[in-house]
């Protein structure tokens, strides 16, 4: 895993940004994988920005990550919502190329079947885009998550539904299921980006990139994949041990690779 300290929050944004407005610079058809979330909120500032400069998403297509159980799209804090308020009401993405799981559906395992036979059928993800969850879940995948995961429902825990209780006006009124991409799903982009700003992240980025691979911290599955990149700001960072070196890796970086 390639790890990368940034100064701040902002800073993990921009690099984040370069990272997709690279890949659809050279790719315009670029296959990308979503995620929701306060880290991603400056992320799509970013390349709203960028869109506003020249960049076109017009043939790109997209999977979001995952959607609240029995949310309608309109609801403010599904994330259809999310996804239309902080990027696709302001880039040229049109919206039948931007496939989001269905929160309504009558007809769940049907509808995660779908979606995979969907991704497949665009090639496969080129760049997923995640954060992480405090408790270590990438998308919905929480602790216990199988790391083999396909697309599917899940309960959220009690912390997760905590932390995002903000967008339902309460943790009571927090959806208990959601409609997730599976880790195995995740595993199969070509290349994965993980996001994490705060010292809220800061025990569960040591354990997803430096402790055992295991389905107690869903994002440690991340280790068995060859092309991730683990960005994250000095408080987010702060609890790894191995610091020193990623810094050298990356400053030492040769300029072919970058
Ligand atoms: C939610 C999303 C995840 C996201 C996580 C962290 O649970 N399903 O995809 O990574 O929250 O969110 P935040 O960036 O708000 O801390």
């Known amino acids: 895993m390639e790890i990368v300290v940034q100064p701040d929050g902002a800073a993990v944004c921009r690099l984040a940004a370069d990272l997709v407005a690279a890949l659809v610079a050279a790719r315009p058809s ?28 017009r043939a790109v297509r997209s999977f979001n990550l995952d959607e609240y159980l029995g949310v309608p799209p309109e609801h403010p804090g599904s994330f ?10 302001h880039v040229d993405l049109p919206p039948a190329q931007a496939r989001i799981l269905d929160g309504l559906t009558a007809d ?13 059928a665009a090639g496969g993800i080129d760049l997923q885009v995640l954060g992480i969850g405090g408790d270590g879940h990438i998308g919905f995948n929480e602790p216990s998550s199988s790391l083999a995961s396909r697309t599917r429902i899940k309960t959220l825990t009690a912390q997760t539904r905590t932390a995002n209780a903000a967008a339902f006006g309460g943790e009571g009124q927090v959806p208990r299921h959601v409609l ?22 800061a025990a569960a980025v ?18 068995l994949h060859p092309a991730v990149t683990l960005i994250a700001d000095e408080a987010a960072a702060s609890r790894l041990a191995r610091r020193a070196y990623y ?10 690779q970058r």
């Open 30 to 57: 670029a296959v990308l994988g979503l995620a929701t979330g306060h880290t991603m909120v400056g992320v799509y500032e970013e390349l709203v920005r960028r869109h506003g400069g020249g960049l076109s998403f």
């Open 180 to 201: 997730t991409m599976g880790v195995g799903t995740i595993l199969d982009a070509r290349r994965c980006v993980l996001l994490a700003i705060g010292e809220r992240k």
């Open 206 to 223: 040591a354990a997803a990139a430096e402790g055992a691979v295991t389905a107690m911290v869903p994002a440690s599955a991340l280790q």
């Open 80 to 89: 259809h919502s999310f996804m239309a308020m902080h990027l696709l009401r």
């Open 108 to 120: 769940v395992p049907a509808e995660c079947e779908a979606f995979e036979r969907e991704i497949a």
């Open 247 to 256: 810094d050298e890796v990356y400053a030492g970086k040769p300029e072919w």
